[in-house]
């Protein structure tokens, strides 16, 4: 059932008032993040796949993806892979078209995408999905290799698939994009809660 004006905008003000500051996230040292090898891709999308219904995108939209932009990441614990974080990076083309609907996150155009080498205009979150338990301790190692160069100054969108996506979202100080259906877009400002410059001090 769509949210009303008015459930949106109190869903705004809690995201606002009590906002993580995913910037500010201390990586943890029990976890690693990385750029997934070719040979973790099965595993990873295996995995998403099983705990994230209606997941969209198959192994070989995912590894076609992963060779351009290296933006599936893998993480990991005492060597062990405990989860995946998989997003687009967008070049301002990409962008244009998250924003106006037209960007396949099935099936994305390497015409919107940012090279592994480019600076991401924004940062679409594909897919998060951890070990029971493992979510929220490697939040921080995941902000840490966001806060590259690359990538510090790109907005977070996000699309909320499940209850508890949902409920990090809120939490972490994402924010409707639009007010007619539930799941309509989300962007998470990297300005809201955080200094312009806080990329430089780490």
Known sequence: M?????????QSHIAT???????????NRRFS???AADEDLPFLVAMTAQ????????????????????SVLALRSNEKIVGCFAA????REGFAHLLNGGLSVADPSHSH??????????????AICCVSGMGAGATGNVMQWLRQDEFARAD????????????????SGFQ??????????????????????????Q
């Not at 008032?17 to 990586?27: E, N, Q, R, T, V």
């Open 156 to 171: 977070l969108y996000a699309r909320p698939s499940t209850p508890k996506g949902k409920a990090f979202m809120i939490r």
């Open 17 to 27: 008032s009590h906002c993580l500051d995913l910037d500010h996230f201390p990586p």
């Open 113 to 126: 995408l940012a090279r592994s080498d480019e600076t991401a205009a924004a940062i679409y979150i594909w």
């Open 33 to 35: 993040v990385a750029p």
């Open 88 to 91: 687009l990076f967008l070049n």
């Open 2 to 10: 769509p949210l009303n004006a008015r459930q949106l905008s109190q």
């Open 51 to 70: 705990h994230i219904p209606g997941l969209k995108g198959t192994y070989q939209v995912v590894e076609r993806v992963q060779k351009y932009s290296r």
């Open 176 to 201: 409707p994009l639009a007010a007619s259906e539930v799941n309509s877009l989300w962007i998470y400002r990297r300005t809201a809660c955080i200094g312009e410059n806080i990329w430089r001090t």
